[in-house]
T-cell receptor, first 121, second 107 residues
Framework: DTAVSQTPKYLVTQMGNDKSIKCEQN?????MYWYKQDSKKFLKIMFS???????INETVPNRFSPKSPDKAHLNLHINSLELGDSAVYFC????????????????????FGAGTRLSVL | GIQVEQSPPDLILQEGANSTLRCNFS?????LQWFHQNPWGQLINLFY???GTKQNGRLSATTVATERYSLLYISSSQTTDSGVYFC?????????FGKGTSLLVTP
């Protein structure tokens, strides 16, 4: 069983369209993330949810909207796609310690999905 | 925010050679992970190593947290080791990645 799975693996679409990427983890983790990897391979955090609550929202255009229906799922919806949105999007998850908002450092190992390569034409 | 610098940016090795990759970070961290991104784009966890030394087969890693650096050792390299190696440190919840070391191992 794949621990962190995201679909689709490839997404080719036209400018202006709306698309979604789905992510599911079966590790029982509380925290999930979306990262973006650009054409120069640089990986940057976009969003993080802890137990369905948004905890990190980096400077990302509001055309990007994450949704977490439950703590095992974190989907990413993108409106009005632009050429610059072409990238690889990675979903990840990590366990979070109990008590407060900060995870126990020793438990915060992040596991990544296989990535979704988005090409906007 | 915390800065994560990796060196060298690119590395070409002949099969069988050894190498050391370095990661410097600008502030104290509780968590540090090393990843290998293979040529198919998959990010593979190599080590979770906020301090100390760990070994896994031909790979080992050492983090000296007080001096703010981590090293990844690859011994007897194989062509399957090719790809990009990332160091990432945790601030708050998210990982902050370095720009990676791109490794090519030739037969």
């Amino acid at each position: 069983d794949t621990a962190v799975s995201q679909t689709p693996k490839y997404l080719v679409t036209q400018m202006g369209n709306d698309k979604s990427i789905k992510c599911e983890q079966n590790l029982g983790h509380d925290t999930m993330y979306w990262y973006k990897q650009d054409s120069k391979k640089f990986l940057k955090i976009m969003f993080s949810y802890n137990n369905k609550e948004l905890i990190i929202n980096e400077t990302v255009p509001n055309r990007f909207s994450p949704k977490s229906p439950d703590k095992a799922h974190l989907n990413l919806h993108i409106n009005s796609l632009e050429l610059g949105d072409s990238a690889v999007y990675f979903c990840a998850s990590s366990p979070v310690g109990t008590g407060g908002l900060l995870p126990y450092a020793q438990e915060n190992i992040q596991y990544f999905g296989a990535g979704t390569r988005l090409s906007v034409l | 925010g915390i800065q994560v610098e990796q060196s060298p940016p690119d590395l070409i090795l002949q099969e069988g050679a050894n190498s050391t990759l370095r990661c410097n970070f600008s502030d104290s961290v509780n968590n540090l992970q090393w990843f290998h991104q293979n040529p198919w784009g998959q990010l593979i966890n190599l080590f979770y190593i906020p301090s100390g030394t760990k070994q896994n087969g031909r790979l080992s890693a050492t983090t000296v947290a007080t001096e703010r650096y981590s090293l990844l050792y690859i011994s007897s390299s194989q062509t399957t080791d090719s790809g990009v190696y990332f160091c990432a440190v945790v601030t708050g919840y998210a990982l902050n990645f370095g720009k990676g070391t791109s490794l090519l191992v030739t037969p």
